[in-house]
C-alpha cells in the first residue's frame, strides 16, 4: 500500500480544527486531527505531503521521526511542525487499523479498559456571577458527567486578557490580591457543593499565578479534594513547579502546552507535578503519547490528557487512554457547540453517562460527516482539496 495523497480541511471551533485526509493506491483513506497548529499547520501539511506520497502508511513511527528530524531547523522540537506531524501520525493509525480490520488500540497493545472516563470542561466564561456559574454546572452534571473542570480565574480576567467589572490585579503581574483569591476559594467551594461527594472536579488558573499564591490557593483549596489543580504556576520553570506542589496535598498537574516526550521529561522526573496532561492532537500523536504516559507511569504519576478537540480527535485520544495503565480522565471541551454529535456519521454523541466505550470497528472506529462540517469551514482554507 502506498500513501497518495495528504489533504487537509478545517473548521471553526476551539480557534481551528483542523482535518487530515490521508489517501492511498488501495481506496482506503484514514482521517486524523490536529489542533492549536493554526493556519500554520494547513501550509505545513501541504509542504509535507510531498515527502508523503508513495510511501508505506504502516511504517507511522518512522515517518513521523523522520520528517521530524528533517525540519528540525523549522520546529521540529515544538510547536505547529510538531501538530503537522500529528494529524498526520492520527490519519496514518485510521489507515493501518483499517487495513488490517482492527481498532487502534488493539494496534497498541490492547485494551487496560473498555470505557474511558471523560471530564466536562465547564464553559464558565469573565463576567458571569455565582448564579449564572451554578446554572451552567447544573447543566453539566444534569447530563450525566461523573467529572468535570472549572475555571477559577475567570474573575481576574478573561481568555482574551480583556478586563472585566471586578478586576483587581495588574495585568501582567502574576500576584493574587485578596479579594480574587476569595473569589476564587469560594468558587471552588461552590462547585464542591454542587457536585457532592461522588463526582470529580479539577480547577484551572492558566498559569497566572506566581509561587506565593499559588501555594495559598492550593493549600486553602485542600478541603474541597480537587481531582487536580490546573497550572498554577507557567510549566516552563520546573522548579517553581515542584515548589507548588511540594508545599500541598492538592494534586498538581500542567502539560497542555508541552510538546513531545522531551518537552515532558523535566517535569516528570523532577516529579515537579503529581498529574500530566498532554495533548494528544496536538504534542506529537498516539505513538508519542504513550510513551509519555509510560514515562509518567514509572513515577505513578496519573495521565489526565488535555483535549479540545472534536469527536475525531477524541476518539483518536480515547484509544491511546486504553492502553496506558495510569489513564485517569479525558478532558470534553464542547458543552457549549451542538453539532458534537452531527458532524460524525454515526450522528450520536460518543459519550455516554461521561464515558466514551471504545468502537470495535476497525482503525479510529468514527467518521467525519464532511457536510456538516463544510458547514462551519474555517473562512479562507480548502476543503480537502
Ligand atoms: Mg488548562
Known amino acids: 500500500m502506498k500513501i497518495t495523497a495528504v489533504k487537509t480541511a478545517a473548521t471553526v471551533g476551539h480557534g481551528m480544527h483542523l482535518w487530515v485526509k490521508v489517501e492511498t493506491d488501495e481506496g482506503i483513506t484514514g482521517i486524523g486531527e490536529c489542533v492549536h497548529g493554526g493556519v500554520q499547520a494547513i501550509a505545513l501539511i501541504q509542504q509535507l505531503q510531498a515527502k508523503l506520497v508513495g510511501r508505506d502508511p504502516f511504517q507511522i513511527d518512522a515517518i513521523f521521526e523522520q520528517l521530524r528530524r528533517q525540519n528540525v531547523f523549522n520546529g521540529g522540537f515544538a510547536g505547529a511542525l510538531i501538530t503537522a ?8 493509525w485510521d489507515v493501518k487499523g483499517k487495513a488490517l480490520g482492527v481498532p487502534i488500540y488493539e494496534l497498541m497493545g490492547g485494551k487496560f479498559r ?8 465547564c464553559q464558565v466564561e469573565p463576567g458571569m456571577d455565582f448564579d ?3 446554572r451552567v454546572l447544573d447543566d453539566m452534571l444534569a447530563r450525566g ?16 486578557g480583556s478586563e472585566v467589572e471586578g478586576f483587581r490585579k495588574d495585568r501582567f503581574n502574576y500576584t493574587a490580591g485578596p479579594w480574587e483569591h476569595e473569589r476564587m476559594v469560594r468558587l471552588a467551594e461552590m462547585a464542591r ?4 461527594k461522588e463526582i470529580d472536579f479539577a480547577a484551572d488558573v492558566h498559569t497566572r499565578l506566581d509561587v506565593p499564591s499559588a501555594i495559598r490557593l492550593a493549600k486553602d483549596l485542600e478541603p474541597f479534594h480537587l481531582m487536580w489543580l490546573e497550572e498554577p504556576v507557567p510549566p516552563e520553570n520546573v522548579d517553581a513547579m515542584r515548589e507548588v506542589k511540594q508545599s500541598t496535598t492538592t494534586p498538581i498537574c500542567a502539560g497542555e502546552n508541552l510538546y513531545l516526550r ?21 504534542c506529537g500523536g498516539l505513538s508519542e503519547c504513550r510513551k509519555i504516559a509510560h514515562m509518567a507511569e514509572i513515577y505513578y504519576m496519573p495521565f489526565a490528557p488535555h483535549n479540545v478537540s472534536s469527536p475525531i480527535g477524541t476518539m483518536a485520544s480515547a484509544h ?5 495503565p495510569n489513564f485517569l480522565a479525558l478532558e470534553f471541551h464542547w458543552l ?25 470497528r476497525p482503525g479510529l472506529g468514527i467518521e467525519l460527516d464532511e457536510t456538516v462540517g463544510r458547514e462551519y469551514q474555517y473562512p479562507g482554507t480548502t476543503w480537502f482539496e
Open 262 to 282: 522531551h518537552g515532558f521529561r523535566d517535569l516528570i522526573e523532577s516529579q515537579a507535578v503529581d498529574i500530566i496532561m498532554p495533548d494528544i492532537p496536538k
Open 145 to 160: 458527567f461523573t467529572a468535570f473542570k472549572i475555571d477559577l480565574d475567570i474573575f481576574a480576567y478573561g481568555h482574551s
Open 336 to 360: 457549549e457547540r451542538d453539532y458534537w454529535s452531527t458532524i460524525i456519521t454515526d450522528k450520536e454523541d460518543i459519550i455516554k453517562n461521561g464515558f466514551i466505550k471504545l468502537p470495535d
Open 320 to 324: 491511546v487512554c486504553a492502553t496506558v
Open 114 to 121: 473498555d470505557e474511558i472516563k471523560v471530564y466536562a470542561d
Open 132 to 134: 449564572d456559574i451554578k
Open 85 to 92: 506531524l500529528t494529524g498526520i501520525e492520527l490519519a496514518l
Open 193 to 196: 457543593e454542587l457536585a457532592g
